[in-house]
């Protein structure tokens, strides 16, 4: 083919129309102009009623445990520990060895016999003048000195017999018939397992909200069925390492899952709310200094620093930052930026579990 010029010219003027349409189109793809609002969900704050409870690990404890140990060391001579079985207040557990306590008694108590006929003879004596005050006061100072000594042995004799503090049930034993003990041996234990402790401990900022009298449901681990227990004490300060403050509870409840070491879940009844503002976990949005929610104005997002209460396993409660009636954003919450334009996909409302 042969080009005039007036062909040549034509074909320039094509090929650059072509080149500018191909370098406009990109920029026309990506105009802002063309984009709409960001489609998500939203939650419709309304008021709830709402009972402030809260859960907290606790232990089941007996009344009263102790360990069972001698005070003296010696051989076991009578044993009687039946392990698993109650005992009353007194009741004799272990006897050690005393036959060598036992003679010192006999011999003092020989010896007082003796010094009181004496005492009697000299104080005859020293109505009639027959002898000096002095060797008076000194046979009646022996006498007294025997009394004191046959009630140290005494008490050595009761040192050898172990008997039960209190009514209990006697745990598993640790010495048979035979035995040397000596006070780092334990025996046995006894607890008042009719009676049972309920131990657990409860945030400082919850501390004024717990007061003895106050009623306690716990649920033992792998149990089925609500317990009552009734605050007795609490502990005098809040503990500086946990800031948790130590709380004693009374088991009221009378059940055969209740023993003594197993594990439980406390929960505590601290208050109501009748136009609590609940929102899903989910939508609010941590910080480092504070905690914040997307709200939809208009149609643009606006974030809102928020308090925070109790919580479950789906909404939190918002103490400040929302009002009824806002409507909160609960999905992209990573991708809106302030003032974007949003839209409402799908709204929910508050639903009871």
Do not use: W
Not at 127 to 152: F, T
Not at 315 to 339: E, F
């Amino acid at each position: 083919m042969i080009y005039t010029p007036h062909r040549f010219a034509i074909l320039l003027i094509v090929l650059a129309a072509a080149s500018c349409k191909s370098k406009k189109a990109p920029v026309q793809a990506n105009s802002p102009r063309n984009a709409g609002p960001m489609v998500v969900d939203g939650f419709l704050v309304t008021p709830q009623h709402i009972s402030d409870k809260m859960e907290v690990p606790g232990s089941l404890l007996p009344a009263e445990e102790t360990q069972i140990r001698t005070e003296v060391s010696g051989r076991v001579v009578r044993l009687n520990v039946q392990e698993g079985t109650t005992v009353k207040q007194g009741e004799l557990l272990v006897k050690l060895f005393d036959q060598d306590l036992q003679a010192t008694l006999k011999k003092l108590q020989v010896q007082l016999e003796i010094a009181n006929k004496n005492e009697e003879r000299l104080r005859d004596l020293l109505a009639i003048n027959g002898i000096s005050q002095q060797e008076y006061d000194l046979s009646k100072l022996n006498v007294e000195n025997l009394k004191a000594d046959i009630e140290s042995t005494r008490i050595a004799i009761s040192k050898t017999e172990i008997r039960a503090p209190y009514e209990g049930k006697l745990g598993l034993r640790n010495v048979s018939l035979g035995s040397y003990l000596s006070p780092s041996d334990i025996v046995t234990t006894i607890r008042q397992v009719d009676r049972l402790k309920l131990e657990f401990a409860v945030p400082e900022k919850y501390a004024k909200e717990v007061r003895a009298g106050s009623k306690v449901t716990f649920r033992v681990d792998g149990g089925n069925q609500d317990h009552i227990a009734s605050v007795m004490a609490t502990e005098s300060g809040v503990d500086q390492t946990t800031r948790t403050l130590r709380i004693r509870a009374i088991v009221t409840s009378n059940h055969a899952e209740l023993v003594p070491g197993v594990f439980a879940k406390v929960s505590l009844q601290l208050g109501s709310s009748s136009d609590a503002m609940l929102i899903p976990s989910q939508a609010v949005l941590p910080q480092i200094r504070n905690k914040q929610v997307i709200l939809l104005r208009k149609d643009s997002a606006l974030f809102s620093i928020v308090e925070t209460g109790i919580r479950d396993s789906v909404y939190v409660q918002v103490l400040s930052g929302i009002k009824p009636g806002d409507t909160v954003i609960t999905t992209g919450l990573m991708a809106i930026r302030p003032n974007a334009k949003i839209k409402i996909g799908k709204l929910s409302r508050y639903q009871s579990k």
